[in-house]
Every structure is written in structure tokens, then in C-alpha cells.
């Protein structure tokens, strides 16, 4: 198993000579301006970055002797408990900012939230707990180290902090038509998409290996004669449905949005050189693709998409420098953090 993940995954953990530490209690794990972090909340994002860590490395669900000797095991002077506690610290950090944020403009949940909070927690009741209280609370303590109704809490800040006021940042930036356009022709490269439709017919076997010639033969004649049903006018979406090999776009009728470079080298010469009605056949390392070109998007059909990428680019923007800033620096309880175990 390689553990060589970890190294890159975040830099060494915080210098405690440098840090101004909380008083000493039993239940304050850091506080971030003037918001506090519990030691149950900690539990709980800590459980989260170990979760995601070790599915990142591929041992999550494992025996427990090899889920033991991931977290004991140091990668280029990286200990692993010490990478997860910084996660969990710095997944917190940008939580309290943006709780500190709304909180600074009154932001409050409404009743929508709570109704999808209430129907969040009914579900784990429900789901995890089998329709029995104490089941789940069993379940939200083993799976998130805290108690039912602490998750409960938990949720209610991440969804005031992520939903109620990222929300309204981004609805406040009131991007424009103008903003749109002047997004759209700085990246035009990554918004010109064409929309094709194909149907593949594999020439490969299980194990990717080129199938023998009698039997490429075989197949060049299929997709021939599918060609031949296409131009004819045969419902395309229904010759996908029949014949395609590509589970990826089958159930959406063989469709692909792609930009210049990101499909092989043929399909993508064919689809870009294209025009309206054209249908041809293509031959590439998979197989061979029979293809519908639709069209290729304009400014208008990706003008939503560019709105929310102006709005999140501003959003990330924004996030950086409250994190950079003093006034959000992470005070932690070392000894408190040092204390709870990963494990």
C-alpha cells in the first residue's frame, strides 16, 4: 500500500511555539476570531478528513491491522494524525469565517432550511436508525463521533454558513451581461464546446487488447450499416439505444459536450470540422463511433454556466483573503487537539 498521498496532501502541521493558544478547558478546541470551536465539533471534522483520507489512499473499509499501520505510518516526515488535524482545523477555520460573516449581517435560517434540516434529520432516523431514535444516535456517534443532536447543531451552522450566506455573496456580486461577455471572450477556449451524439461499437475485448481482424472486419461492417440506417433517417437516439457499447453516454442517447482536445484525436478533428446535419463514421482506439454532430454551443447557451463560474471565482477569490487575514487566525488548544485520538 502507498502511503506517498499524504505527503503532498498538506503542508507540515502549524509550529506550536508559534501559536497563541485558548485557555486550557475541557470542551474549547480553538477559537477563530470570535467564534468557538468546540472539542465535538473538532471530533466531528476530524472523523470527516480521517474518512477522506482514508479513502483518498484506498484503505477505507479495511482490515483494522492495515488501517492501524496507515496511521502510524510517517510519509517524507508526514505524520498522518498530525496532516488530518490540520485538515480538520482548516476545513473548521473557513466554516467560522463564514459564520462570522453572516452572522455580521443578521443572516438567520429560514424556514425552507429548517424544513430540509428537520427532513435531514428524520431521513437518518429513518435510513441509518431503521425508524428508531436511539439507533441512530448510535449511528451519528460512530460514524461522527458526536450525538445525534450535536450533528443536528452542526448541520444547522454549515447550512447557515454554506447555503444562507454563500447564497447571498454570490446573489449580492450582481454579475452582468457585460461581465458575462467579457468572461466569455478572455476563456473563450473553455466555453467552445460542440454537442455531438455518437454510437460505438468497441474493437477491443475486456482487457482493452485489439480484437483479431475477422472480427474487426465484422464490426467495421455493423457500424457500417448503422451509418447507413442513420443517413437514411432512422431515429438516431433510437440506434444508440440498440447498438452503442458506450455505457457512459448510452442512457443520455449518446450524447458528448466536448471541448477542442478533450475527446481523441479523430473524434474531436470530426466534431470541430463538422456542420449542421452532418453524420459520419470514425475510427479511434476504441472502436468505431457513428456521429451525429448537433451543434456547437454559443454564448447564450452557456451563459448561465459562466454566471455561476464569475460568481464562484469572485466567491473563491474573496475566501482566500478572510483566510489569509489575522483577525480568522486559528488559536488552537494543542493540548486538547493532541489529546483525541484519530483513531
Same mark, same amino acid.
Not at 450566506?165 to 464546446?193: A, G, M, W
Not at 481482424?213 to 461492417?221: G, N
Not at 470541430?272 to 463511433?289: E, N, Q
Given at each position: 500500500?502507498? /502511503? ?13 511555539? =508559534?501559536?497563541?493558544? !485558548? ?24 472523523? =470527516? ?39 480538520? /482545523?482548516?476545513?473548521?477555520?473557513? /466554516?467560522?469565517?463564514?459564520?462570522? *460573516? ?8 429560514? *424556514? *425552507? ?26 449511528? !451519528? ?31 449580492? /456580486? ?72 458506450? !455505457? ?35 475510427? !479511434? ?11 456547437? @454551443? ?24 478572510? @483566510? ?20
Amino acid at each position: 500500500m502507498s /502511503l506517498s498521498i499524504i505527503a503532498g496532501a498538506v503542508g507540515c502541521s502549524s509550529d506550536k511555539s =508559534n501559536s497563541t493558544t !485558548t485557555p486550557d478547558t475541557s470542551e474549547i478546541a480553538a477559537t477563530i476570531g470570535s467564534e468557538r470551536v468546540t472539542k465535538d465539533e473538532f471530533i466531528f471534522y476530524l472523523k =470527516n478528513a480521517k474518512r477522506d483520507m482514508e479513502k483518498l489512499t484506498g484503505i477505507y473499509g479495511k482490515e483494522e491491522s492495515v488501517i492501524k499501520n496507515f496511521w502510524k505510518t510517517k510519509v517524507a516526515g508526514n505524520d498522518p494524525v498530525a496532516v488530518a488535524k490540520e485538515k480538520s /482545523l482548516t476545513s473548521i477555520q473557513e /466554516l467560522k469565517i463564514l459564520l462570522a *460573516q453572516a452572522k455580521s449581517q443578521n443572516l438567520q435560517l429560514d *424556514q *425552507q432550511s429548517l424544513d430540509k434540516i428537520k427532513a435531514h434529520m428524520d431521513g437518518i432516523v429513518k435510513e441509518n436508525g431503521q425508524g428508531d431514535q436511539k439507533k441512530a444516535e448510535k449511528y !451519528t456517534q460512530n460514524t461522527y463521533g458526536v450525538s445525534f443532536s450535536q450533528y443536528e447543531a452542526i448541520y444547522k451552522e454549515y447550512v447557515l454558513a454554506y447555503e444562507i450566506f454563500v447564497d447571498k455573496f454570490k446573489k449580492d /456580486l450582481n454579475v452582468s451581461d457585460k461581465d458575462i461577455n467579457d468572461y466569455y471572450n478572455k476563456h473563450k477556449e473553455t466555453y467552445d464546446r460542440v454537442v455531438s451524439k455518437h454510437i460505438l461499437i468497441k474493437t477491443t475485448d475486456k482487457e482493452d487488447k485489439e480484437l483479431p481482424k475477422e472480427q474487426l472486419d465484422q464490426k467495421k461492417k455493423l457500424a457500417e450499416e448503422i451509418l447507413g440506417k442513420a443517413k437514411s433517417g432512422t431515429d438516431f437516439d433510437s440506434l444508440v439505444k440498440q447498438y452503442s457499447e458506450d !455505457t457512459g453516454s448510452k442512457d443520455k442517447g449518446g450524447e458528448v459536450i466536448a471541448a477542442k482536445g478533450i475527446a481523441t484525436k479523430e473524434y474531436d478533428e470530426w466534431i470541430f470540422s463538422a456542420k449542421d446535419g452532418d453524420i459520419g463514421l470514425v475510427k !479511434t482506439k476504441f472502436g468505431y463511433h457513428v456521429i451525429k454532430y448537433i451543434k456547437r @454551443l454559443s454564448l447564450d447557451d452557456v451563459r448561465s454556466e459562466i454566471k455561476t463560474d464569475i460568481e464562484t471565482e469572485k466567491y473563491d477569490q474573496q475566501k482566500d483573503i478572510w @483566510l489569509k487575514d489575522s483577525a480568522y487566525a486559528v488559536k488552537p488548544n494543542h493540548k486538547l487537539i493532541d489529546s483525541i485520538s484519530v483513531l
